[in-house]
């Protein structure tokens, strides 16, 4: 098990900014990549951020491009989440996930933290 806690969400204005983090008391969280996914009300968890486990490899939901950065800080456990100039539509619970390899892929993830909700007022 590789436990995993996010932190950061609240409550936001739309156009403006939250920084999600996804930390973890494990060593070998380091060795995985890290991926970001959202699940909005009445709808199905999607794929939203990733990056590889050194950090030279990350991908983007079409939705987010140009909004959000991915980035992460091995020698902290940290792997974070900025989102700038947010919209009602990014409105979400947003979890954290890893797994050995890289993908976008949402069952690929093995290892989920429990979610922390975003919620951007319109």
């Known amino acids: 098990q590789v436990p995993l806690v996010e932190s950061g969400g609240g409550l936001v204005q739309a156009g403006g900014s939250l920084r999600l983090s996804c930390t973890s008391s494990?060593?070998?969280?380091?060795?995985?990549?890290t991926a970001w996914f959202r699940q909005a009300p009445g709808k199905g968890r999607e794929f939203v951020a990733a990056i590889s486990w050194t950090g030279g490899s990350t991908d983007y939901a079409d939705s987010v491009k140009g909004r959000f950065t991915i980035s992460r800080e091995n020698a902290k456990n940290t792997v974070g989440l900025q989102m700038n100039s947010l919209k009602p539509e990014d409105t979400a619970v947003y979890y954290c996930?890893?797994?050995?390899?890289?993908?976008?892929?949402?069952?690929?993830?093995?290892?989920w933290g429990q979610g922390t909700q975003v919620t951007v007022s319109s």
């Open positions: 996930a890893i797994k050995l390899g890289y993908s976008t892929n949402l069952r690929e993830y093995n290892y």
């Open positions: 494990s060593r070998t969280f380091s060795a995985y990549a």
